[in-house]
């Protein structure tokens, strides 16, 4: 790849601009360094990648809409985590966060229970917590 | 307090943050230079392993391997902690950082707040320096960033304690003694040699150009084996792992050819100029494998020419076999 070849493609496809740092070959075929904004294929397979997880965030919001689980499996889902990293983060075990994400469970759970769970996804109040993103 | 500390920005955190800290202590290595003689260069394709709902692919060692094989090989001695007790944890990095020691720590990438958001997965390996604190604040150099940022200590603790796979446990690092002299000669000739064993000389189809071979004709059947949708991501994890941040493009091949320039250079040796210019060629095939991938992944073509994508890897792998090989004979001759 020469200096000239280094993609500044799709700086915008994101909502933060990031530069990567990439080799490439001068006239004088010695390797230097070039900042890169970002190059089409990349954004494609990380667009690709995202929308796996947003796919999986959606299906896990449905069935929170429908009663089938609580709105912890909808957070969890959106900050791609799965019952044993929950558990991980919050110290409980992991048979008690799939309790959990039990609609019914989970609204008998303490407030002390649910404000571990807010800690964990950065929320400041539990009221965030019992909320669930309205689609687009 | 703040620590004379030169941040400079790298392609791969790793590499980037050994350099770093040997430039605090007086060895000046580039990036490249690091990552050649820890044999970073590497690959491998485990089907049998998921890992985030896609097989493995891998451009590089497991993390910390370059760290240790560079710095045993120029002789700097480090000290590795990990802490059981986060507050412990803290305490150590404060008492460090007050004697002035740059320490790098491990960290997962999750929670970090100056993180762009579009990389931010549950990656649990990523490489920091902590330099100085102010104002409750730490300071910290992070390798791919732009220029140093700041932590605070709730922040820092949360990603020392990131969970899930390969946790990092508050791990911790520092450089405890440097050697007077250092033999970079026998250092690059080692890294070599480990990475001419990696990529040709291991048995077994997964690991190395075999590796590669054998991705490329198990790609061809990927579509009628898993169907379009689940093909086309797993070929986009491929282009992840290639082109994601730190490799400083096609999955470190550059980053590689740039290290045998500057071998060449250092040790005199004329072929490991020609072998630059040949690796920086199967870096632009991995660089059209992309391209072909990116297209599978919108779905703009075809399945047959998931043929000539597989094509592609089986090409690349013929080439860097003749790579390593030349460079396994390179680096016999000069070690005579």
């Known amino acids: 790849m020469k200096i000239d070849e280094v993609p500044q493609e799709d700086a915008e496809a994101f909502e933060k601009e990031f530069k990567v740092l990439q080799y490439a070959v001068d006239d004088n075929g010695r390797f230097t360094t070039v900042k890169s904004v970002g190059w089409n294929p990349k954004t494609v397979v990380m667009q690709n990648a995202w929308d796996f997880e947003n796919e999986k965030a959606e299906i896990a919001r449905q069935l929170v809409l429908r009663g089938k689980k609580s709105p912890l499996y909808y957070h969890a889902r959106k900050n791609m985590m799965n019952s044993s990293l929950l558990a991980g983060y919050t110290g409980f075990c992991r048979i008690s966060v799939l309790l959990h994400f039990n609609p019914k469970v989970f609204r008998r759970l303490s407030q002390n229970k649910l404000q571990k769970y807010a800690a964990v996804f950065g929320f400041e109040s539990v009221e965030q917590l019992l909320k669930i993103d309205s689609g687009e | ?336």
């Open chain 2, 1 to 336: 307090m703040k620590i004379d500390f030169k941040h400079q920005m790298a392609a791969h955190c790793e590499n980037g943050v050994i350099a770093n800290l040997l430039r605090f202590y007086g060895i000046e290595l580039s990036e490249a230079m690091v990552f050649g003689i820890g044999s970073g260069i590497f690959f491998t394709y485990l089907p049998f392993i998921k890992m985030g709902d896609a097989p493995v692919f891998a451009f590089r060692p497991l993390p910390g391997y370059i760290f240790n094989k560079a710095t045993k090989s120029l002789g700097v001695t480090i000290h590795t902690e990990k802490f059981r007790n986060p507050a412990r944890a803290m305490e150590s990095l404060d008492r460090n950082l007050e004697k002035g020691i740059p320490t790098g720590m491990v960290v997962g990438v999750f929670f970090l707040p100056y993180f762009p958001p579009q990389y931010r997965f549950h990656f649990n390996a990523h490489n920091i320096v902590a330099f100085g604190k102010e104002d409750g604040r730490y300071l910290i150099s992070d390798p791919v960033m732009e220029g140093p940022e700041t932590l605070g200590y709730d922040e820092l603790l949360k990603v020392r304690y990131a969970k899930g796979i390969a946790q990092p446990k508050g791990k911790m690092y520092y450089i405890t003694n440097v050697p007077d002299k250092i033999d970079i000669r026998e250092a690059i000739l080692n890294g070599m040699k480990r990475s001419v064993l990696y990529m040709v000389r291991l048995p077994g189809p997964v690991i190395g150009v075999t590796g590669m071979k054998y991705l490329g004709t198990h790609l061809k059947r990927w579509p009628e084996k898993y169907g379009d949708k689940k093909a086309a991501r797993y070929l986009g994890q491929i282009v992840r792992m290639q082109e994601e941040i730190g490799t400083g493009g096609a999955g470190f091949r550059f980053l590689y050819a740039a290290f045998l320039q500057e071998a060449a250079q250092l040790l005199q040796i004329e072929a490991l100029d020609s072998l630059s210019v040949k690796m920086t060629a199967t870096g632009d095939k991995w660089r059209d494998f992309a391209v072909a991938a990116g297209r599978l992944c919108k779905g703009r073509e075809q399945t047959e020419s998931y043929e000539k994508t597989g094509d592609i890897l089986i090409e690349i792998a013929a080439e860097e076999k003749e790579i390593f090989q030349t460079l396994g004979e390179i680096v016999r001759k000069a070690k005579k």
